[in-house]
Each structure stands twice: as C-alpha cells, then as structure tokens.
C-alpha cells in the first residue's frame, strides 16, 4: 500500500494532494495520448467533448470549443495507455485505500480530459457532482453522509490551477452566505469570494483525490494549456448510490466486448462491476445537475 496516504486527512479536508502516480516512463506516453485526443476534439472527429456553455451532462454540439474530452478508454479513440494508467498499481493503491476496500470490490466508472477551451475563459458554477444547488441543508446531510463509496480525482499533466474547493463541504452542508453564492447557474466573478475556498494548484504528475460532493468550481483560462487527467472510482458497497452521477455521462459503449476484451484481468472485473451496477438500475435516472 502507498505509505504517502494520509486517509485521515483526506477524511477530515475531504481532498488530499499526491505527488507522482506517474512512473516516469509512462508520462510522456500519456501526454503523447492526451495530445492525440485533444487534437481529434477540437478538430470534430472525436465527439464525446465537454462543450463551452455547458457545465454538466448531457453535453451538445452548441458551441466549437471544448473543455474536456470525454471517454479516453474508448476502444475507438485507439489510445491503451488511458486503460493501462486507469488500472495501473499506483492508482488503484490509492483507491483501494481511499476507500478503504479490496481490489475485488472497485468499480470502474469515469475516466474523461479536462483542457483549456481555446477561444473563450469558462467557469463552472459552484456546485456538488451530484447534489442540486437548491437542496435544503437536511437534504444535503442526507446526501452527504451516503457518498461514501467513491473517490474522483484529477492529474495534471501541465500545472494546473483551474479547481477551487471548500475544505470540510463533504461533510457539512452549506452556511447560509455559501448557499447564497452557489444557488443560480451563474459561475462566480471570483471563485475566492465564496467563503472558506481555498485555490488547488497542481504542479505536473500532482494529483488532487476529492470527495465529488465538496462544495467547488473551475475556472478555465483559454490562455494557459490544461491537460488534466480527470476519473472517478467506486466500490461495490455502495450499492446504486452512485449510478447517476456515473450513467449519465452516457457509458452504454463500455458494455461492449469490444471494450472488455482490450482491458487486462484487473480492468475486466472492475468494469463488470459498472456494469452490473448499470443493469441493476431499472429506468433512466436522469442527470445530477441542470445545465
Ligand atoms: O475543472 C475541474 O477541475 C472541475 C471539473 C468539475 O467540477 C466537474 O466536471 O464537475
Ligand atoms: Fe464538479
């Protein structure tokens, strides 16, 4: 197991920093990975993206540029190094650890690019993955205490200080002045108005693991370059807890075998953990969030 993770301290702020999940040998393949998608994004051919003018599943074709790329396990964007890295050591002892479970129980779930949009500055709203803005403070704690069973995080490839938190959100739910600065879809003039948020700066191979549920934003510079690997992991405890906020990224693609038969042992039955999560949901649950 990885010494260097403080667990209690990932309990307490709800997010911790960990430096170098990439060995070396692999980072310049993943960048090489990254630069390919990038390019097929924003060139069209790729059209899973994030589209500008649109914060939250499901995403459009309304606007050209991009702030992320969706999907980079799937098999037709012909780039192993995403699935290798998803399933590698470094990353699953993380998360085995995180949450506390064996490698038996893990879930494959997300595993999507965060990039600089290149024509227009974008912000994401203050916001909870999978809370909605207008939830009361009872129906936040509610939430809050049943999101115990899944970790996300994001990789820097380039330094990166696009996410802003409030430490210790996953926990309580929001005082009255954070209500009143995260309750409409407009995203923030200043990020650092919201009381109690701090900036997450990640240098290169840093990565930032979160509870999704702390209250936070991103704020997107067209001018700097972002490459920001950006997943989440479950585990089988948490029952249907989490379908929603995995199923509505859209994931029927990760149900073919075409997409199994490429993954090692490991990947295969974290993925059939997804997806007999997928199967055991009936109906569509909708999305976490309005756009
Ligand atoms: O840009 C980021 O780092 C955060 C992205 C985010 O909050 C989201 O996709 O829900
Ligand atoms: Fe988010």
């Known amino acids: 197991?990885?010494?260097?993770?403080?667990?209690?301290?990932?309990?307490?702020?709800?997010?911790?920093?960990?430096?170098?999940?990439?060995?070396?040998?692999?980072l310049e393949a993943l960048k090489e990975a990254c630069e390919h998608a990038i390019a097929k994004t924003r060139t069209g051919s790729w059209p899973h993206r994030r589209t500008v003018g649109r914060q939250f599943p499901p995403f459009d074709d309304?606007?050209?540029?991009?702030?992320?790329?969706?999907?980079?396990?799937?098999?037709?964007l012909e780039e192993p190094a995403f699935a290798e890295w998803y399933t590698s050591?470094?990353?699953?002892?993380?998360?085995?650890e995180l949450l506390q479970c064996n490698e038996d129980e893990l879930q494959m779930e997300l595993f999507n690019l965060l990039i600089n949009p290149l024509e227009h500055d974008f912000a994401l709203r203050w916001h909870r993955d999978d809370v909605r803005e207008n939830a009361t403070a009872e129906e936040e704690v509610i939430a809050l205490e049943r999101w115990t069973h899944g970790v996300q995080w994001n990789t820097a490839l380039y330094e990166d200080s696009c996410l802003y938190l409030v430490p210790k959100t996953h926990k309580l739910p929001r005082t009255e002045l954070q209500r009143a600065q995260s309750m409409t879809q407009a995203p923030p003039a200043s990020p650092l108005d919201m009381p109690g948020a701090i900036q997450v700066t990640l240098q290169p191979g840093e990565s930032v693991f979160y509870n999704?549920?702390?209250?936070?934003?991103?704020?997107y510079n067209s001018k700097q370059r972002r490459a920001t690997l950006h997943g989440c992991m479950g585990d089988t405890?948490?029952?249907?807890?989490?379908?929603?906020?995995v199923l509505q990224h859209g994931l029927l693609w990760m149900t073919e075998d075409r997409f199994r038969d490429r993954l090692n042992e490991r990947g295969k039955k974290m993925l059939q953990a997804l997806v007999d999560m997928k199967e055991g949901v009936k109906g569509d649950l909708g999305y976490s969030q309005v756009n």
Do not use: F
């Open 1 to 26: 197991m990885t010494a260097a993770i403080n667990k209690a301290l990932y309990d307490e702020q709800g997010y911790i920093i960990v430096p170098n999940l990439i060995p070396p040998e692999k």
């Open 62 to 76: 309304s606007n050209p540029d991009s702030w992320g790329v969706q999907h980079l396990m799937h098999p037709d």
């Open 89 to 96: 050591d470094a990353l699953i002892n993380v998360a085995k």
């Open 212 to 219: 999704n549920n702390i209250l936070h934003c991103g704020a």
């Open 237 to 245: 405890r948490g029952g249907s807890t989490r379908a929603k906020n």
